[in-house]
Structures are given as structure tokens and as C-alpha cells.
């Protein structure tokens, strides 16, 4: 009998460490609910969060209180499984592994998809992944078998373009400032680099283009210079959402120019050929349309293929003048 109530009394006491961990969980979630309702935004140490939070499809306060009721859950389980000893286990083990395999998919979306990390998400996915380990190495097994098997289906999946251009609203985190139209018609994302001067270019020409709203999508934190008019400019911006989108096209060089229409998305390359566009339009009078476009398909999307030489710069490193 005495023996019996030192092992019930071990168990009591080694649970209170995973059940300490799960209050934990809930300590840190719960003061970036606080945050957000205090602040509008999360606590994070990258932009990480906010490109993800940009990618998701119920608002942050709601994400949050989903992963405090997991951890609540979770803490209140804990402590009832370890005075019931092996009986109770079952249960909490079954949240463990969804919860590892709910990590393995985020992790996974953030690896494959995104293509930047949440150092938030990866503080709570730690968290999980400690609880799990405390369970043993039986279950750890099966966890690792949850989370390797949610990583490799997701290895697998092509995210391709269309994540992001089918929401055209997650390009709106990358705005730096906006040129509105006297006219409502297409809109117009313009990504560029504050270094490449065909860039600046068009830039500087945007004033003789004033039917158009144009918003410009830096790729980098320094925000270009420009003297063009009646430019609204935002407070903050994500120049990495507009990195993404390049990198998910496979495109090295700038500018690039993002047309919504209601007939789709069509991306132009070059500082010649954005600028026809433009030309054909937004200028007052608009000219008749052209037929010396080069067009090719790109999972769904219109992409006008450039001339020879039609003024671009890489990505990485700034280009002189031609």
C-alpha cells in the first residue's frame, strides 16, 4: 500500500512540470491577446508574423483564441490525467498529437508557402514539441511520426503563384504608398527597388499617367524617393509579402508591374514595357489598344513577356543605367 502511494505521489509530481508548460503556453498567448487588443498587432521578434498573419484567413485575435483554449485545455487534462494515473494518459496524449500534427502543417506552410518564419508560431510549436517530449519516448516516436508525416504531404503540395495572386489584398501589406486615379478602372501593384534606376524611372513618369491608381511595392525596407504628386504614403509596410510574390514567380529582375482587371491578373516586366502600358492606359487621351504584346500563360495568369533590353535590374544588386 505504501508503495502504491509513492508511485501515485511520483506521478502527481512529475505532471506538474507538462501541466506548468501548458500554463505557460497559456501565459504567452494570452499576452498577445492582450496586444492585439491593446495594440491592434502581435509581439513578434521578425515580420515573420505579420506577412503570416497577411496569409490566413480568420483575423489574429481569433487565431490566439483558439491556441489559448488548446493550452487551457490541454493544462486542465494534465492535472486530472496524473490522478488517474496510466488510465487518465490516453487523452492528453491525443491532444499532443494534434497538436503536433497542427505544428507540422504551420511550420510546413511557413517552410513551403510563406517562405519566412513567425518567431511567435515557432515559440508555441517549442512548446509543443517540449510537452511531447516529456510524455516519453514511446509517444515521442509517435509524434515525430505525426509531424514528419504532416511535413512530407506538405513537401509535396505546389503552392505555386496563385497564393497570392488570387488575394490580391495580401499585396496591400507590402504598400508603401499609393497614386490615386481620376479615374476607377484597373489597378496596379508596382514593385521596385529603391537602388535601380528603371525603377526610377518609372517613377518619375507616373505624373503623366494620371488616370491610373498606382500603389508602389518596394522590395526592401528603404522606401524610394520620388517627386511624383498627390502621393499618399502608408506608415508601415512589409517589403518581404512583396519579395514572396517574386520569388514564387521566379522573377530576378525589377520593375514589375501587377495588373488587376476583370478579366484577371496580368504582370508586365521592364521599364519599356510598363511604361507602354501606362502609356496605352492611363495617359489622357488613352491611345488605342496595341496588338505588339508578347503574352504567355503562367499557372492562369497573363505574363507580358519583355523585349531584348527592355531596362530592368536584378533583384539582389543594383544596376547602372543603359
Same mark, same amino acid.
Given at each position: 500500500?505504501?508503495?502504491?502511494?509513492?508511485?501515485k505521489?511520483?506521478?502527481?509530481?512529475g505532471?506538474?512540470?507538462p501541466?506548468?508548460?501548458?500554463?505557460?503556453?497559456?501565459?504567452?498567448?494570452?499576452?498577445?491577446?492582450?496586444?492585439?487588443?491593446?495594440?491592434?498587432?502581435?509581439?513578434?521578434l521578425?515580420?515573420?508574423?505579420q506577412?503570416?498573419?497577411?496569409?490566413?484567413?480568420i483575423p489574429?485575435?481569433?487565431?490566439?483564441?483558439?491556441g489559448?483554449g488548446?493550452?487551457?485545455?490541454?493544462?486542465?487534462?494534465?492535472?486530472?490525467?496524473?490522478?488517474?494515473?496510466k488510465a487518465?494518459?490516453?487523452?492528453?496524449?491525443?491532444?499532443?498529437?494534434?497538436?503536433?500534427?497542427v505544428?507540422?502543417?504551420?511550420?510546413?506552410?511557413?517552410? +513551403?508557402?510563406?517562405?519566412? +518564419?513567425?518567431?511567435?508560431?515557432?515559440?508555441?510549436?517549442?512548446?509543443?514539441?517540449?510537452?511531447?517530449?516529456l510524455?516519453?519516448?514511446?509517444?515521442?516516436?509517435?509524434?515525430?511520426l505525426?509531424?514528419?508525416?504532416?511535413?512530407?504531404?506538405?513537401?509535396?503540395?505546389? +503552392?505555386?503563384?496563385?497564393?497570392?495572386?488570387?488575394?490580391?489584398?495580401?499585396?496591400?501589406?507590402?504598400?508603401?504608398?499609393?497614386?490615386?486615379?481620376?479615374?476607377s478602372?484597373?489597378?496596379?501593384?508596382?514593385?521596385?527597388?529603391?537602388?535601380?534606376?528603371?525603377?526610377?524611372?518609372?517613377?518619375?513618369?507616373?505624373?503623366?499617367?494620371?488616370?491610373?491608381?498606382?500603389?508602389?511595392?518596394?522590395?526592401?525596407?528603404?522606401?524610394?524617393?520620388?517627386?511624383?504628386?498627390?502621393?499618399?504614403?502608408?506608415?508601415?509596410?512589409?517589403?518581404?509579402v512583396?519579395?514572396?510574390?517574386?520569388?514564387?514567380?521566379?522573377?530576378?529582375?525589377?520593375?514589375?508591374?501587377?495588373e488587376?482587371?476583370e478579366?484577371?491578373e496580368?504582370?508586365?516586366?521592364?521599364?519599356?514595357?510598363?511604361?507602354?502600358?501606362?502609356?496605352?492606359e492611363?495617359a489622357?487621351?488613352?491611345?488605342?489598344?496595341?496588338?505588339?504584346?508578347?503574352?504567355?500563360s503562367?499557372?492562369?495568369?497573363?505574363?507580358?513577356?519583355?523585349?531584348?533590353?527592355?531596362?530592368?535590374?536584378t533583384?539582389?544588386?543594383?544596376?547602372?543605367?543603359?
Amino acid at each position: 500500500m505504501m508503495k502504491r502511494i509513492s508511485l501515485k505521489a511520483d506521478t502527481e509530481r512529475g505532471s506538474r512540470i507538462p501541466t506548468a508548460i501548458a500554463l505557460a503556453g497559456c501565459l504567452v498567448i494570452g499576452g498577445q491577446i492582450v496586444s492585439i487588443l491593446l495594440q491592434g498587432k502581435t509581439v513578434c521578434l521578425n515580420q515573420g508574423c505579420q506577412v503570416l498573419e497577411g496569409l490566413t484567413r480568420i483575423p489574429p485575435l481569433y487565431f490566439n483564441l483558439l491556441g489559448l483554449g488548446y493550452f487551457l485545455t490541454l493544462a486542465v487534462v494534465l492535472a486530472i490525467a496524473a490522478k488517474r494515473g496510466k488510465a487518465g494518459a490516453f487523452l492528453p496524449s491525443l491532444l499532443l498529437l494534434a497538436g503536433m500534427g497542427v505544428e507540422g502543417a504551420l511550420v510546413s506552410y511557413q517552410q +513551403f508557402a510563406v517562405r519566412t +518564419f513567425c518567431s511567435y508560431c515557432l515559440t508555441v510549436a517549442g512548446l509543443i514539441l517540449l510537452l511531447n517530449l516529456l510524455q516519453g519516448w514511446r509517444h515521442l516516436v509517435r509524434a515525430g511520426l505525426v509531424f514528419g508525416g504532416v511535413v512530407l504531404a506538405m513537401s509535396m503540395l505546389d +503552392f505555386g503563384s496563385a497564393m497570392l495572386l488570387s488575394r490580391a489584398e495580401t499585396l496591400q501589406a507590402g504598400v508603401y504608398a499609393v497614386r490615386p486615379g481620376k479615374i476607377s478602372g484597373n489597378r496596379y501593384h508596382l514593385i521596385i527597388s529603391a537602388t535601380c534606376p528603371h525603377c526610377q524611372n518609372v517613377l518619375d513618369a507616373l505624373d503623366r499617367y494620371p488616370d491610373c491608381t498606382v500603389a508602389i511595392n518596394p522590395i526592401s525596407a528603404k522606401p524610394p524617393e520620388t517627386a511624383t504628386m498627390n502621393l499618399q504614403k502608408k506608415r508601415g509596410y512589409l517589403p518581404e509579402v512583396n519579395r514572396l510574390l517574386l520569388a514564387l514567380l521566379d522573377i530576378k529582375e525589377i520593375p514589375v508591374m501587377l495588373e488587376y482587371s476583370e478579366n484577371g491578373e496580368t504582370l508586365y516586366k521592364g521599364e519599356k514595357d510598363i511604361l507602354r502600358v501606362l502609356d496605352r492606359e492611363c495617359a489622357t487621351p488613352v491611345s488605342p489598344p496595341r496588338t505588339d504584346t508578347y503574352g504567355r500563360s503562367t499557372d492562369g495568369m497573363s505574363t507580358q513577356e519583355p523585349p531584348q533590353d527592355a531596362g530592368e535590374c536584378t533583384i539582389e544588386e543594383s544596376c547602372e543605367s543603359r
